[in-house]
């Protein structure tokens, strides 16, 4: 059997993975401590070195029943046994083959029984063709395998944005130290760390169990969805979306643009009750809607027929005079400050 080749784990910590925010040239010289590997690693008890040599180390390999295998306590993957990506995949086991080894430890609770650290699609496609998963056995720390369950993902297939958001977030409840995490999910910053839970916490489990890994949405778009439901009206429109029965049938990204283009629309229209009449010697001309991008006039051509086009005609004029009178104001204001 052809053997797995060796990572570095020191190499792969110290390059960020593919969520982290751009760096200064300058920044790795000033950047404090915590986004350091070995810091972040020594918070939590963890030597980068011993733990590296613990999974470099030749070991042998074996084969396991697929039924005494356990997942990792700290999911990451979201997608199931349907998804077309994961058919395809199963497909090229029984062809090909199992071509990587899984990593397991002894299950800590289970006399005879394995617990995964990384494998885990390789763990289902064995459940499924009724074969043994082959598997490297290493005793391992609850910290050191979710260290190497990252660090696996990352190297290999990676997980999607909001998979490794919720892989963040499930560790956060489950007590784990945030330098951790950083260290799990090749993290740059704190920040990075923050705005992926903030985002899973505001759009809630009910909406990301329902669209799934969304493998094309990065985090400016996971940001956008987020925003929108933050609006009572985004929310109602999303769930509604959610709810009907054609949305399952659905691929992940097509579930997410659907909630996404649902949520902003609702946040978009401006409802009834939030018209403001404009009245004018006591015509009503119309009336103006305000929402978050948008500012909707409604003239009533009933009451006055023509004022609509010569609004209409008057739309550039009135532009030019808001840039001239936008340009005073700071001319005055930078004056005031000299």
């Keep these: 059997m052809s053997k797995r080749p060796k990572f570095s784990l020191a190499d792969t910590l110290n390059n960020p993975g593919p969520d982290a925010e751009p760096e200064p040239k300058s920044a790795k010289a000033t950047r404090p401590a915590y986004s350091r590997p070995e810091a972040m690693l020594s918070r939590v008890g963890l030597d980068i070195s011993g733990f590296r040599q613990r999974l470099e180390a030749e070991a042998g390999e074996v084969e396991l029943d697929p039924e005494i295998v356990t997942p990792s306590p700290f999911p990451d ?113 704190k920040g990075d760390l923050s705005r992926m839970i903030t985002i899973v916490r505001e759009v809630g489990d009910e909406f990301l169990d329902a669209i799934g890994e969304a493998p094309a949405a990065g985090r400016p778009r996971w940001t956008l969805l987020m925003k929108a439901l933050q609006d009572p009206s985004g929310r109602a429109a999303a769930k509604e979306t959610i709810s009907s029965p054609r949305f399952p049938m659905f691929e992940s990204d097509s579930r997410f643009s659907r909630v996404l283009s649902a949520a902003q629309a609702a946040v978009d229209t401006p409802s009834e009750q939030s018209a403001a009449r404009i009245v004018e010697d006591g015509i009503t001309l119309g009336t103006v809607q305000h929402s978050l991008h948008r500012c909707t006039i409604s003239l009533d051509t009933r009451t006055v027929p023509d004022f609509g086009a010569f609004v209409t005609s008057r739309i550039s004029v009135l532009y030019r005079e808001f840039v001239a009178s936008r340009k005073g104001s700071q001319a005055e204001a930078d004056a005031k400050n000299n």
């Design 77 to 189: 993957r979201m997608t199931g046994d349907d998804h077309s990506g994961f058919k395809a995949y199963v497909r090229r086991i029984e062809e090909h083959g199992q071509q990587v080894p899984a990593l397991v430890r002894p299950h800590p609770d289970r006399q005879g029984h394995y617990q995964l650290a990384y494998g885990h699609r390789r763990w289902r496609a064995a459940r499924i063709l009724n074969r043994k998963l082959r598997a490297i056995v290493k005793p391992l720390t609850d910290d050191e395998l979710i260290l190497a369950q990252g660090i696996e993902n990352n190297d290999r297939e990676d997980l999607t944005f909001i998979e490794r958001a919720r892989f963040a977030v499930r560790l956060e409840d489950a007590g784990r130290d945030r330098h951790l995490i950083l260290a799990a999910l090749r993290l740059g910053s």
